[in-house]
Nanobody
Framework: VQLQASGGGLVQAGGSLRLSCAVS????????MGWFRQAPGKEREFVATAAMRGGNPYYGDSVKGRFTISRDIAKNIVYLQMNSLKPEDTAVYYC????????????????????WGQGTQVTVSS
């Protein structure tokens, strides 16, 4: 399974970006798809995840209400719409996938994901 993330860039605070994650297999074959981010010198942080076979998405506390995860089944793409961006959102963003179902308490743990994209840089200027 290969994941290809894109859509990062430089944006001013308050602006928006949409990240895309192209999946080499049908997204339906994955149980969970998620986004994580990592800023320099910091640990990888959970951003958002969604179950590809239905159910509610989950978001990290720092992005709740501003970011939205969605998917295009026909195109095998998972999106992360990011609005009201803040300088503290600056990081490399990674998409991730897990083929097997895991308990809800574990979906925020990056170690639970089997497949990773290469990352895309998001920089928010103040």
């Amino acid at each position: 399974v290969q994941l290809q993330a894109s859509g990062g860039g430089l944006v001013q605070a308050g602006g928006s970006l949409r990240l895309s994650c192209a999946v080499s297999e049908r997204t339906f074959s994955m149980w969970h798809m998620g986004w994580f981010r990592q800023a320099p010198g910091k640990e990888r942080e959970f951003v958002a995840t969604a179950a590809m076979r239905g159910g509610n998405p989950y978001y990290g506390d720092s992005v709740k209400g501003r970011f939205t995860i969605s998917r295009d089944i026909a195109k095998n793409i998972v999106y992360l719409q990011m609005n009201s961006l803040k300088p503290e959102d600056t990081a490399v963003y990674y998409c991730a996938a897990r083929a097997q179902r895991i308990v809800l308490s574990a979906v925020r743990d990056f170690r639970q994901y089997n497949y990773w994209g290469q990352g895309t840089q998001v920089t928010v200027s103040s």
